[in-house]
């Protein structure tokens, strides 16, 4: 849990939770969130920066693909359910 003002969005409070739990050695292996917390973006950054699943519906993808080359693909798009 993290309070903030109500002007910041909760999905930039995904990576400082993470953070914060990380810091108290309190991370767990599975993390539910709502939609508001869940991206593709954050799935990844929780699996390869903390080792944990992060669950929650992703929501609608105001992602339009690549912008450049120093970044990967993380449309929708670029996803496939297995």
């Known amino acids: 849990m993290e309070t903030t003002d109500a ?3 909760a999905a ?3 990576g400082t939770v993470h953070r914060n ?3 108290r050695r309190l991370m ?4 539910v ?4 917390y869940v991206t593709a ?4 950054t929780a699996r390869d920066e ?11 993808d105001p992602h339009h693909g690549k912008q450049d080359d120093t970044g ?10 297995d």
């Not at 990967?72 to 359910?81: E, K, N, T, W």
């Open 28 to 31: 767990p292996g599975e993390h």
């Open 72 to 81: 990967p693909d993380l449309s929708q798009r670029a996803f496939s359910i």
């Open 7 to 9: 002007a910041v969005d």
């Open 12 to 14: 930039e409070m995904t």
């Open 21 to 23: 739990l990380d810091e």
């Open 50 to 60: 903390h080792g944990i699943t992060l669950l929650g519906p992703v929501g609608l």
């Open 41 to 44: 973006a954050h799935i990844l």
């Open 33 to 36: 969130g709502d939609a508001g």
